[in-house]
């Protein structure tokens, strides 16, 4: 019994220290935000107003009242569910991101399941054949694919996929003839699509998604792979292996229906991870795509100084990383109590 | 293997995935596809959407009392306004509008809606102010200066006096200028906003077409308002698509994927020339790139070495290399192309005569400096030919690229010693306009903060030059007024103004073959109401 | 980019090696650095690719500091009448868009590289190491005030973080550095602050304190040696990473500004003639994706040598 109080405790001060970092996460962005020198007011007026326009949009987004002031009402507001408006667009920053986060997670999602299909085979492949030109040629393919710039590999890819062969789409989630012809379900369009029934549509965004989710699959795979290596190599060197194979077990048997069995929460925690690290190397991908999504959103936001947008970003991101974090060691301390 | 069947399920989807592409369509022929980068789209508003790209899609939801020729700027046609006269005092300008115009909405458009949108941008103060602010209008006057006498009249009565042909050309390319559906407007005000905050996403107007989605910084609809005073529109539709990256643009216009490729890059552009399916078409603007010095540095305030500076611009390589498809060679304060525009004084690079002048003043070993510049091509490229021209007569300049707000900002603060940039003004096809922008300067004080005038922002004062530029707009002689714009080129030139042009603006489109009648306006009012689809 | 995420998992530490007096413990301390580094080189021979990788970096860092005599033009001289030249005999990489010969600004480029590397690097390394270990050795809030601290920067992602802090600061290598840098220390300093938390347990410290050393002779003497090994693996593995988060930031426009030539922004202003000027953006690319490979190679092969699981 008082284990379990002694655990729900310990998820209690988890859960407290986890939105102190958030808190943490928003007074440094709330500070740099305030501090830069990018004035979203000069965007909104333009560059040949007059001080009395300037001062008087200024006053309007209420930019010129002290810091604090401007971050007690930021914190007001977010306690009551509003993540404020963009101060460029008017619009509410939860719609905003309501309508560019789907186009990341599909993204993302996407990739995730590439560079696991390719890295996880890979990792095992490698771990099997260790210290052979197996081994060594799974490592440098997934390492170059994680040490070329993601940008220039996109760049690459349009060009030889969609310039010369026409194979993938072009920028953007969809072919222009299918804008605004599919009613929003989720976002996300694979599955709007389907759910609408329009099999051209359905076929014309996976046209455009797939190009994008493989480069940027790629990046992650290199990652997944080698961590199915190591923990392959650590399952393989444990004695129930051992004793498998001296039953007359395949290698193909001992590979998959053993080891890899044992391996896949592992293996989940590690996915979990990755998918957190894309949502960043998305910014990239995104701005040769153009794809409509979160990370052009942040860096245009960044850039043009709109900070109700950018905390709204961070503060989505910052609770993503921190969930797939805390599901991670979750994971951890219930399936191996050795790492804790 | 296990693993040779993974491979072969891996090839398998992707090849279903390739499969399934349907052939590569043309666009519809009753549809415009624009590819364009729509960071710069923030608002509707016409009383306060800054920027280039939003002037054309103003242009098309919205009528304007009178309209410029493309060809010929000075050319004033009619529009929502049938006839116009100056009165003979100079001091008021009556419009007659036009019967029968309706908006959207079904009501008719009178001349109470025109004084109303024209009221409501100065008593807004928003950026679009600006122009009628120049003028003399305020929040405060104007209500009493632009009248309706009656529905089909409309009065504007001037402040100060001034150019009428200025106020005229203002009436027709600025997006404050456009006529707002005033009931509908209101109808969605929201304390006491005049609708502020609904115009931002919204239209409200009687032009050719109308709003019908605008997803930000992704796509925006526009549909055909089959009741236009004019007939409706040949296109059905117009699709403007965000595509940041000019490689994917021009990769799209090659497939047929877009009709009408704006704002790409220079090198894209220059081999789409070769592309026989498509047409380059550039339209000469109003502004023009520039170096920029602060004479608020000592070093700068010196005529001598603003005049080494003058000579330390290679403006035949950076026209030559840098500037094709984003601008054409120009030296004069004033844009080129009208009457008063002295020919370009012909100035070169010339290292030597720059040292010599560099070690009169007193740095014989040139000085240490910094360029602020936009990230962006050509500027970015501009500033870069510049530090190296500067470095040869020892002038180590070390470049801040950033954003428009911060090198602007930093040029409204007066924090600066070199800006390269673009601007000057020239939405009216007059000198005045350029040279107020660029060069008036009535009160160099530090308090007076006058940051819309780029001669208030270099602290160029030159009290001669201010005072031919209040006096040649007034002027009544054409002749005379001719003359006068003529000598603040030639005391601008002799006593080295603040900013030097180096290039007035190009902006160049890529059109499919299969677009027909689209002209481009200088004042970037493209109206696409007569453009069709073979 | 995936700074946290790009290492093993949460690891036990590799035991210290422990001795029997407290008079030899300091000579073992170092005489097992020694050892480690011996068996680092024998292991590293024996290794192909983690060979290939020391090489690559050594070719680096050669080019790098005999760059005014590899190169054959001056990285900075314009010609703006030879802008854009394929590769020839006169340029063996062809000109950019200022006519500037691309191969002399690879050349040069190789030192921005490098000083990003060393720069971020003698930042973030004795940073996160002092950091991670007082925060293990001492506890108590100063261990939950330092992993506050690292957890908000941590939740984070690297280059959103890194594109605020030089929004912030400005464009400009130094401030990419430093923001670079601010993003890298979190991972490192939790790294040494584990391998401080066993150690601080161990015999041969508790015989240390009760001689009388204070606690910051103990870090720098004791912990801070032994946890050498895996924070140098990880920078070494962050050094990928390190480099392409610079040339994603130099991508954006952000990282190092004109004339100086940085691979990332080469590559970001060579793409707008990629198409017909393969060579602005090609070369850049190659240089920056053999230079992370080599990085990465040499980190993993440090790693297999330092840690016996894998």
Not at chain 2, 190 to 199: E, S, Y
Request: with cysteine; glycine share 8%; charged share 15%.
């Amino acid at each position: 019994m008082s284990g379990l109080k002694k655990g729900a405790a310990a998820w209690r001060t988890r859960l407290l220290s986890t939105g102190a970092t958030l808190l943490g996460l928003l007074v440094l962005t709330f500070f740099i935000g305030r501090v830069m020198p990018i004035d979203p007011v000069l965007a909104i007026v333009g560059p040949d107003a007059d001080v009395s326009t300037y001062q008087q949009v200024q006053a309007q987004l209420g930019l010129d009242r002290p810091l604090l002031v401007q971050f007690g009402h930021y914190i007001g507001e977010l306690a009551q569910g509003n993540l404020g408006t963009s101060l460029l667009t008017g619009n509410a920053v939860s719609d905003d991101i309501a309508r560019v986060f789907p186009a990341t997670v599909e993204l993302a999602t996407l990739a995730i399941v590439v560079g696991t299909a390719l890295g996880v085979p890979l990792g095992v492949f490698a771990a099997s054949r260790r210290g052979r030109l197996g081994d060594h040629a799974v490592r440098v393919i997934s390492l170059a694919g994680h040490s070329t710039p993601v940008f220039w590999f996109a760049m690459m890819g349009l060009l030889v996929f969609y310039a010369w062969l026409g194979w993938a789409g072009g920028s953007g989630r969809i072919a222009l003839a299918f804008d605004g012809a599919i009613p929003r379900v989720t976002g996300l369009l694979l599955v709007d699509t389907l759910w609408s029934g329009n099999w051209d549509a359905f076929a014309s965004s996976v046209q455009h998604i797939v190009l994008p989710a493989c480069i940027l699959g790629l990046h992650s795979m290199a990652y997944i792979s080698r961590m199915t290596r190591s923990f392959m190599l650590a399952q393989l060197s444990q004695e129930y292996i051992l004793a498998a194979r001296v039953k007359g077990l395949s290698e193909a048997a001992v590979i998959w229906r053993h080891a890899f069995r044992n391996i896949l929460v592992q293996l989940l925690t590690i996915v979990a991870l990755a998918y957190g690290g894309l949502l960043e190397g998305a910014v990239l991908i995104e701005t040769v795509f153009a794809w409509p999504g979160f990370g052009q959103y942040l860096t245009n936001s960044l850039l043009l100084g709109d900070m109700n947008s950018v905390m709204g970003c961070v503060l989505l991101v910052g609770i993503i990383f921190v969930t797939l974090n805390l599901i991670s060691d979750a994971l951890y301390q219930v399936f191996d109590p050795r790492m804790h | 293997m296990h693993f040779a069947n993974l491979f072969k399920w891996l090839s398998l989807a992707l090849a279903l995935a390739i499969s399934a592409a349907p052939a590569q369509a043309a666009t519809p022929r009753d549809q415009l596809v624009i590819g364009m980068n729509m960071n710069n789209l923030l608002s509707l508003d016409p009383a306060g959407a800054t920027g280039n790209d939003v002037l054309g899609v103003v242009a098309n939801l919205y009528d304007y009392l009178v309209e410029l020729d493309p060809h010929d700027l000075t050319i004033v046609k009619p529009a929502l306004a049938e006839k116009w006269e100056i009165a003979p005092d100079r001091n008021s300008i009556t419009l007659t509008l036009r019967d029968g115009v309706r908006f959207k909405s079904g009501r008719l458009l009178t001349a109470h809606d025109a004084a109303w949108s024209l009221h409501r941008v100065l008593k807004l103060n928003l950026a679009m102010a600006s122009p009628w602010k120049s003028y003399g209008f305020s929040k405060t006057n104007a209500e009493q200066l632009i009248t309706a006498p009656d529905a089909r009249t409309l009065r504007i009565a001037l402040p100060e006096p001034t150019d009428p042909k200025m106020v005229l050309y203002t009436l027709g390319t600025s997006v404050s200028s456009a006529i707002l559906d005033r009931d509908t407007v209101l109808a969605h005000q929201k304390n006491g906003d005049l609708g502020a905050a609904w115009l931002l996403t919204h239209a409200a107007g009687s032009g050719p077409f109308v709003l019908t989605e605008w997803r930000a910084k992704d796509a925006m609809l526009l549909d055909r308002y089959d009741g236009y005073w004019r007939g409706p529109a040949k296109l059905r539709r117009v699709v403007m698509r965000h595509v940041p990256e000019s490689l994917s643009l021009r990769f799209m216009i090659d497939r047929g994927d877009v009709d009408l490729a704006a704002g790409m890059a220079a090198p894209d552009i220059e081999a789409l020339k070769h592309d026989g399916r498509v047409v380059v078409q550039p339209v000469k603007r109003g502004n023009t790139y520039y170096v920029a010095l602060s004479l608020k540095d000592a070093r700068y305030a010196d005529k001598r070495v603003r005049l080494a500076l003058r000579k330390l611009i290679d403006y035949d390589g950076i026209n030559q290399a840098i500037m094709p498809h984003y601008g054409v060679a120009h030296q004069r304060p004033v844009m080129s192309g009208l009457a008063a525009t002295l020919p370009d004084p012909g100035y070169k690079l010339d290292v030597a005569g720059a040292r010599k002048l560099l070690a009169e003043a007193g740095y014989p070993n040139g000085f240490r400096t910094t360029i602020r510049v936009l990230s962006d091509p050509p500027m970015i490229n501009i500033a870069t030919a510049l530090q190296a021209t500067l470095a040869q007569a020892g002038i180590d300049a070390s470049i801040l690229p950033g954003t428009g707000n911060q090198v602007y900002g930093s040029m409204r603060d007066r924090k600066f010693e070199i800006v390269v940039g673009r601007g000057g003004g020239g939405v009216e096809p007059h000198p005045h306009a350029n040279l107020r922008a660029m060069v008036y300067n009535p009160d160099n004080r530090d308090e007076a903060r006058l940051t819309n005038f780029q001669g208030w922002r270099t602290s160029f004062h030159h009290d001669a030059i201010n005072r031919l530029i209040e006096q040649a707009v007034r002027e009544r002689d054409d002749a005379t007024q001719l003359a006068m714009y003529r000598e603040v080129q030639q005391l601008y030139d002799s006593e080295v103004g603040a900013i030097q042009p180096i290039a007035q603006m190009v902006d160049t489109v890529v059109l499919s073959r299969r677009v027909h009648g689209y002209v481009g306006h200088p004042s970037a009012t493209t109206l696409l109401r007569d453009v069709y689809k073979e | 980019m995936l700074n946290t995420a790009m290492s093993q998992p949460p690891a036990a530490p590799a035991s210290p090696s422990a001795s029997a007096t407290s008079a030899a413990v300091a000579e073992s301390a170092a005489s097992a650095l020694r050892d480690s580094v011996r068996r680092a080189l024998h292991h590293l021979l024996r290794n192909p690719m983690t060979l290939a990788g020391l090489v690559v970096v050594v070719l680096l860092v050669t080019v790098a500091l005999c760059a005014p005599w590899v190169a054959t033009h001056d990285p900075l001289r314009q010609d703006l009448y030879a802008t854009l030249q394929a590769p020839g005999a006169a340029h063996w990489f062809g000109t950019d868009e200022y006519g500037r010969d691309t191969f002399s600004r690879l050349v040069y480029g190789a030192r921005t590289t490098l000083y990003i590397v060393a720069l971020v690097t003698v930042v973030v390394g004795p940073i996160g190491l002092a950091v991670g270990a007082a925060s293990g050795y001492f506890g108590g809030w100063i261990d939950t005030l330092f992993m506050r601290i690292t957890d908000i920067f941590i939740s984070f992602p690297s280059l959103v973080l890194a594109l605020a802090f030089v929004a912030a600061l400005g464009p400009g290598l130094e401030h990419a550095v430093i923001a670079i840098a601010l993003t890298a220390w979190p991972p490192i300093a939790r790294l040494a602050r584990a391998e401080t938390r066993s150690l601080r347990k161990a015999d041969f410290i508790a015989a240390v304190q009760l001689q009388g050393a204070s606690p910051l002779r103990i870090l720098v003497r004791h912990i801070a040696p032994l946890c050498l090994s895996s924070v140098l693996v990880r920078l070494t593995m962050n050094m990928a990473s390190i480099i392409l988060t610079a040339a994603g930031l130099g991508f954006l426009g952000l990282g190092s500004q004109p004339p100086s030539p940085e691979w990332g922004a080469m590559i970001s202003a060579g793409r707008r003639y990629m198409m017909e000027c393969w060579w602005l953006v090609a070369m850049p690319g190659a240089a920056i994706m053999l230079v992370s490979l080599a990085f990465n190679l040499l980190g993993d092969g440090l790693r297999d040598i330092f840690d016996p699981r894998s």
